[in-house]
């Protein structure tokens, strides 16, 4: 059986879910792997395929999107010519996980594709929005990488075809202690922003992850770091909790080692103000945005709030098992 796995390269959460997928893909056949997309700092130990512009959004440094400057590095005739040219008959299954290039390629010439991801699980109507939905992001849910099936994962299995989250076996081998530092990756912050928070809360020591600096550097009890896989999970090993944005992948992750989690959603990101609902559901606090309030907002969930833990089960062997068992020859 050939393999292709189309992988969305727009922040880290897709490539490190993918870093723990391709291992059990590999076992039911040949696998060519796909990535498109500009934002991900995290890389993957194997060949890549087909590595592709795609459309991807860029984080800003004021805990948003970068509109403009997402706009300008579009290429949309590119995107289409990738679509068209993708060689993907030549496979027997196309595994996406919010790719567009591979998706469309697939459904464009009658390739099965199953979507595998967290996005997928905004298909059901029983994921957790906000009141007010946003209708061009839910049409974005629905097309932007379509499959005719779609294993979804969340905090929890708001649906049937929803799963709990993908762990890496580099964090389950973790053991998790508390060395009373507190872990921070807020991509769409500065970290010259982020300093002048953290730098007034001397409870704690801060370990700060940025997209936005290429050294390390450290001021007073704030340690800042770029982006590196390694680092970021000793830090979370030994925190005593992580501070995040509204992504899906982090603060999972830190639910399984059992620490305390603040989410800060990206300003003006669907997706990431869904998942705070999520996220506050299995016991995570949620702020808002970052404000005159936010020194407050650290002090008291420093004190206050409680750690959180969810065993999720690892499935994602049997998962992957199920859902190619039809397309073995």
Same mark, same amino acid.
């Given at each position: 059986m050939k393999i292709l796995y189309g992988i969305q390269g727009t922040g880290n959460g897709h490539v490190s879910r993918a870093r723990?997928? !391709?291992?059990? $893909?590999?076992?039911?056949?040949? $696998?060519? $792997?796909? !990535?498109?997309?500009?934002?991900?700092?995290?890389d993957l130990p194997w060949p890549v395929k087909y590595r592709l512009h795609g459309w991807s959004f860029t984080f800003g440094k004021n805990g948003g999107v970068d509109y403009w400057d997402s706009f300008k590095k579009m290429k949309t005739i590119a995107l289409f010519s990738d679509i068209f040219k993708l060689p993907v008959k030549q496979y027997d299954v196309v595994i996406t996980d919010f790719e567009p290039i591979s998706a469309w390629a697939a459904k464009l010439k009658g390739v099965p594709c199953i979507s595998i991801g967290h996005q997928a699980s905004f298909l059901s109507p029983k994921t957790p929005?906000?009141?007010?939905?946003?209708?061009?992001?839910?049409?974005?849910? %629905?097309?932007?990488?379509?499959?005719?099936?779609?294993?979804?994962?969340?905090?929890? =299995? @708001?649906?049937?075809?929803?799963?709990?989250?993908v762990i890496r076996s580099e964090i389950r081998a973790l053991k998790p202690s508390n060395q009373g530092h507190v872990t921070v990756y807020l991509p769409a912050h500065d970290d010259k922003l982020l300093l002048s928070y953290f730098s007034k809360v001397k409870e704690v020591n801060w370990e700060v992850f =940025?997209?936005? =600096? &290429?050294?390390?550097?450290?001021?007073?009890?704030? &340690?800042?770091?770029?982006?590196?896989?390694?680092? @970021?999970? %000793? =830090?979370?090993?030994?925190?005593?909790? $992580?501070?995040?944005?509204?992504?899906?992948?982090?603060?999972?992750?830190?639910?399984?080692?059992? &620490? %305390?989690?603040?989410?800060?959603?990206?300003?003006?990101? @669907?997706?990431?103000?869904?998942?705070?609902?999520?996220? %506050?559901?299995?016991?995570?606090?949620?702020?808002?945005?970052?404000?005159?309030?936010?020194?407050?907002h650290i002090k008291s969930w420093i004190e206050f709030a409680k750690p959180v833990h969810i065993n999720y089960p690892d499935e994602t062997d049997q998962i992957l098992s199920e859902i190619l068992e039809p397309y073995k020859k």
């Open positions: 723990e997928i !391709i291992p059990y $893909l590999a076992k039911h056949g040949e $696998l060519d $792997l796909l !990535i498109s997309g500009t934002q991900a700092d995290v929005r906000p009141a007010n939905k946003n209708w061009f992001v839910e049409q974005i849910f %629905k097309y932007y990488s379509p499959a005719k099936q779609a294993i979804g994962f969340h905090f929890e =299995s @708001y649906d049937s075809f929803i799963r709990t989250p =940025s997209k936005h =600096s &290429k050294n390390i550097y450290e001021q007073e009890h704030v &340690k800042v770091f770029p982006i590196n896989n390694e680092r @970021y999970n %000793k =830090s979370l090993e030994t925190c005593m909790g $992580l501070i995040t944005a509204g992504g899906f992948e982090a603060p999972t992750e830190a639910i399984f080692l059992g &620490k %305390k989690v603040m989410v800060i959603p990206m300003i003006g990101q @669907y997706e990431q103000h869904c998942n705070a609902i999520g996220a %506050k559901k299995a016991g995570c606090t949620v702020v808002p945005e970052i404000n005159e309030n936010f020194i407050a």
